[in-house]
């Protein structure tokens, strides 16, 4: 299986953009599919990009995803932050059936 | 509209076994595949396995074949995991969630403590 490796956290103020990055160890990233995930603590994940750059119905549009095949990696970009952002995220994708998460990353809006 | 409601928590010592539930509704129950993914404390999500409600064999992450086992009831629309030979390391929230094009739900976990 590939690894996906995230930053462990970042940080940034309200009303900013912040961009997480998931970068894959080995085969192409724009093979299959990236989702990303928001969890906060107490709730259930959700999702908010799926297939790369696909928002479900009801996440906002500050919620943007895109992959660099350049870099091997995705990445989601959170635009005006809100302090209810504040939460971790995680990019997913599949090897072979398996579902792969990355490490997480916990976003601090500050 | 859609729901997945699991069991309630559950506390283990080690070496036991644990089976959680995850009940679905709102949807037709064998059409979509169900996972299943903990979180352990200061971890971040770890998928376990899927099970096709319609059939077929289940699909244990690696690290987890020997030791987990999941079934489905389609008269109940349930899914099952349980696992065995518990430790410490197994202490973690359990969800069940649902795959489309990605997980679009999610049970509201399950929280397994393996504790002596």
New interface residues.
């Given amino acids: 299986n590939f690894v996906l490796t995230q930053p462990h956290s970042v940080s940034e103020s309200p009303g900013k953009t912040v961009t997480i990055s998931c970068s894959r160890s080995s085969g192409s990233i724009a093979s299959v599919?990236v989702?990303w995930?928001q969890?906060r603590p107490g709730s259930?994940?959700?999702?908010v990009i799926?297939?790369d750059k696909q928002r479900?119905s009801g996440v906002p549009d500050r919620f943007s995803g895109s992959i660099d095949t350049s870099s091997n990696s995705a990445s989601l970009t959170i635009s005006r932050l809100k302090t209810e952002d504040e939460a971790?995220y995680?990019c997913?994708s599949t090897d072979r059936?398996?579902?792969?998460?990355?490490?997480?990353t916990r976003l601090t809006v500050l | 509209q859609v729901h997945l409601v699991q069991s309630g928590a559950e506390v283990k010592k080690p070496g036991a076994s644990v089976r959680i539930s995850c009940e679905a509704s709102g949807y037709n129950f064998i059409n979509y595949y169900i996972?299943w993914?903990r979180?352990a404390p200061g971890q971040?999500?770890?998928?376990v396995g899927?099970i096709n409600p319609g059939g077929g064999s289940p699909?244990y992450?690696?690290k987890f074949q020997g030791r987990v086992t999941m079934t489905s009831d389609a008269s109940t629309s349930t899914v099952y995991m349980e696992m065995n030979s518990l430790t410490s390391d197994d202490t973690a929230v359990y969800?069940c969630?649902r795959w489309v094009?990605?997980?679009?739900f999610?049970?509201?976990?399950t929280l397994v403590t393996v504790s002596s």
Avoid: M
Avoid at chain 1, 44 to 47: D, E, F, L, N
Avoid at chain 2, 44 to 47: S, T, V
């Fill in positions: 599919y989702q995930y969890h259930s994940p959700t999702t799926y297939e479900p971790d995680y997913q059936g398996n579902r792969i998460f990355g490490g997480g | 996972h993914v979180r971040g999500l770890e998928w899927i699909k992450a690696q969800y969630a094009y990605y997980f679009d999610w049970g509201q976990g």
